[in-house]
T-cell receptor
Framework: KQEVTQIPAALSVPEGENLVLNCSFTDSAIYNLQWFRQDPGKGLTSLLL?????REQTSGRLNASLDKSSGRSTLYIAASQPGDSATYLC????????FGTGTSLTVIP | DAGVIQSPRHEVTEMGQEVTLRCKPI?????LFWYRQTMMRGLELLIYFNNNVPIDDSGMPEDRFSAKMPNASFSTLKIQPSEPRDSAVYFC??????????????FGEGSRLTVL
């Protein structure tokens, strides 16, 4: 069964810092990988979707990379802002969506 | 499109009562997923449908839980009888990718259930 791990579980950074969130998975036979953001009391909002044939995707200050062979993905957030504070989850897609437990990010003004 | 729509947003009920959660997926999406989220267990897949047909219900915790999708625009998750340990946020999500579970997944805002 696919296992998805996100480390660290929590991260606190000062505003303006660049940061990297990590996602690792055990089975490299995936179709794609999706990064989500979840604000307290809200649903999950899709940030980026990387197809298995792609290496990375970019949206604004966000850049997600995918290395299937090593079972890793990273989400890079440039010039972090307090509004980026949320929980970030990754999901790998095989025959269903397998979610990590998330990284709780706090950006300190 | 309005996105995935769930109702009710909040439900407080007493143990033993029946609970019905509702979901309207994004129009044109052929996959629908029900998830449950708790602090202890994170996000758990309960069941998913493809073209209104249940494909995998192995995550449904007990026979007290049932889900239906009578048409492409509506699904229900029912708990009968409800128990305090069912308290959680229940999410519905939908996606589409021409017959494979690979499309981008979109979530509703969730239904927060509290069973007293």
């Amino acid at each position: 069964k696919q296992e998805v791990t996100q480390i660290p579980a929590a991260l606190s950074v000062p505003e303006g810092e660049n940061l990297v969130l990590n996602c690792s998975f055990t089975d490299s036979a995936i179709y794609n990988l999706q990064w989500f953001r979840q604000d307290p009391g809200k649903g999950l909002t899709s940030l980026l979707l990387i197809q298995s044939s792609q290496r990375e995707q970019t949206s604004g200050r966000l850049n997600a990379s995918l290395d299937k062979s090593s079972g890793r993905s990273t989400l890079y957030i440039a010039a972090s802002q307090p509004g980026d504070s949320a929980t970030y989850l990754c999901a790998v897609v095989g025959n269903q969506f397998y979610f990590g437990t998330g990284t709780s990010l706090t950006v300190i003004p | 499109d309005a996105g995935v729509i769930q109702s009710p947003r909040h439900e407080v009920t007493e143990m033993g009562q029946e609970v019905t959660l509702r979901c309207k997926p994004i129009s044109g999406h052929d996959y629908l997923f029900w998830y449950r989220q708790t602090m202890m267990r994170g996000l758990e897949l309960l069941i998913y449908f493809n073209n209104n047909v249940p494909i995998d219900d192995s995550g449904m915790p007990e026979d007290r839980f049932s889900a239906k999708m009578p048409n492409a625009s509506f699904s229900t998750l029912k708990i009968q009888p409800s128990e305090p340990r069912d308290s959680a946020v229940y999410f519905c999500a939908s996606s589409s990718n021409r017959g494979r579970v690979t499309g981008e997944l979109f979530f509703g805002e969730g239904s927060r259930l509290t069973v007293l």
